[in-house]
């Protein structure tokens, strides 16, 4: 069973929006810290935004500050990642996962931002 299954991404145009799913699996989701993180070309993996467990609280990088919210529906193993005024740098793979410890990575999904 894989642990963590993204969607959602896709083929924007800049200043487009898009919504990413991560359903977890296999653990306690509704007891964990989650985030977001993004992977582009050639470049290291990066925290995006992070959430508690209970949703209270939220963080996201400079870079995406005011255009990206992340949210989490614990009856669902569910979090969220609403982008808005993307950017042709938010072109990358965007994961999940936990707090650390990390569990396995999922596939993550695609986000081309592009005109």
């Known amino acids: 069973q894989v642990p963590l299954v993204e969607s959602g991404g896709g083929l924007v145009q800049p200043g487009g929006s898009l919504r990413l799913s991560c359903v977890a699996s296999?653990?306690?989701?509704?007891?964990?810290?989650m985030g977001w993180y993004r992977q582009a070309p050639g470049k290291q993996r990066e925290l995006v935004a992070k959430?508690?467990?209970?949703?209270?609280?939220?963080n996201y990088a400079d870079s995406v500050k005011g255009r990206f919210t992340i949210s989490r529906d614990n009856a669902k193993n569910t979090i969220y990642l609403q982008m808005n005024s993307l950017k042709p740098e938010d072109t990358a793979v965007y994961y999940c996962?936990?707090?650390?410890?990390?569990?396995?990575w999922g596939q993550g999904t695609q986000v081309t931002v592009s005109s």
């Open positions: 296999g653990f306690f989701f509704g007891i964990y810290g």
């Open positions: 959430i508690t467990s209970s949703g209270s609280t939220t």
């Open positions: 996962n936990k707090d650390v410890p990390w569990v396995s």
